[in-house]
DNA sequence: GAAATTTCAATTGTACACAATTTAATTTTG
DNA sequence: CAAAATTAAATTGTGTACAATTGAAATTTC
């Protein structure tokens, strides 16, 4: 009789008490809420992110570009061909390494720094959170990831 | 003179002062996490999430299943191929209205729900937060999700 | 109750992610 | 300094995501 019955799973399965689904979730839905946004600027959001580097220290090679983005040149070859594709910028093999590819912005990647400067603003008028709380929630994430990046213990 | 001095961009637009950016790789840092675990059930991370949705309530549409996991058709349908491929889910048109499909967990998906039930556990160990951390982290997420679905104001 | 609309899943096409391999260039070592 | 090892980017292949369209089935509406 018992073994017929069926019982509510241990609270630790339930996909809604999953933290992996609500940043699986959440994750998805701010990439979700930026696209409207982008789509007018012409960049997706991973480009987007790339070109945030790029405003923020120009001329970097594929390589150090992965290294703050957390990406491998298998995603970043072919997204940043895209960019260069759409004008926004150049990819040139460095004289003094020649295994090296920099990346620099284009006076069209330079130009679209101002009107990309709204989205953030928009963004973070949609969120409702305060700068602190955000700074709070920003950081935990931070946190998190460096945690996970840790070789396993034990 | 002044114009020419290179400032530093205000910490709006700075990549590490990004939620956006703090969400985007804490995610793909946690779904990195789960990949070797998870490699040893054959399941890739949406596909895992997915099996926590059938573990929980098995004979659910396709439908269903994408307001579960707000995915639609176009990621379920080739995600559920694959897992009728591997053997751990039947796909079968309704009677009671043919445009319907579901999903069934076989013998074989039934049968990895024990050795699944290591995986939460694990990762609760390597991410070291107390239980309350992690409901209250779980929780804001979904207020953001929840915030971000919101029709946009004004 | 037939036509218009809606719903559901599948399909098509584009763009990530990422493991694994390849190729070329540089650096290290014996 | 030549062979071995390392490094950087590109390539290949698999698996999501998601917009847009398609096709079939069910529902609504006139």
Same mark, same amino acid.
Request: charged letters at 25%; a neutral charge; aromatic letters at 4%.
């Given at each position: 009789?018992?073994?017929?019955?069926? !019982?509510?799973?241990?609270?630790?399965?339930?996909?809604?008490?999953?933290?992996c689904?609500?940043?699986?979730?959440a994750s !998805?839905?701010?990439?979700a809420?930026?696209?409207?946004?982008l789509?007018?600027?012409?960049?997706?959001?991973?480009?987007?992110?790339t070109?945030?580097?790029?405003?923020?220290?120009?001329?970097?090679?594929?390589?150090?570009?992965?290294?703050?983005?957390?990406l491998d040149?298998g995603?970043?070859?072919?997204?940043?061909?895209?960019?260069?594709q759409?004008?926004l910028v150049s990819?040139?093999?460095?004289r003094?390494?020649?295994?090296?590819?920099?990346?620099?912005?284009?006076?069209e990647g330079e130009?679209?720094?101002?009107?990309?400067?709204?989205?953030?603003?928009?963004?973070a008028?949609?969120?409702?959170?305060?700068?602190?709380?955000?700074?709070?929630?920003?950081?935990?994430?931070?946190?998190?990831?460096?945690?996970l990046s840790?070789?396993?213990?034990?």
């Amino acid at each position: 009789m018992m073994a017929l019955m069926k !019982r509510t799973p241990p609270s630790s399965v339930l996909l809604d008490q999953q933290l992996c689904f609500a940043l699986y979730a959440a994750s !998805r839905s701010v990439t979700a809420a930026y696209r409207p946004l982008l789509e007018s600027l012409g960049l997706t959001y991973p480009q987007y992110l790339t070109m945030l580097v790029l405003w923020e220290q120009d001329g970097l090679t594929v390589r150090e570009l992965g290294d703050r983005l957390q990406l491998d040149s298998g995603t970043l070859t072919p997204l940043l061909k895209r960019l260069q594709q759409a004008g926004l910028v150049s990819r040139q093999r460095r004289r003094s390494d020649e295994r090296e590819v920099e990346i620099r912005l284009t006076a069209e990647g330079e130009a679209l720094r101002e009107p990309a400067k709204a989205v953030p603003e928009c963004m973070a008028a949609r969120l409702c959170l305060s700068s602190e709380d955000m700074q709070r929630l920003r950081d935990e994430l931070k946190q998190l990831a460096a945690q996970l990046s840790q070789p396993t213990q034990v």
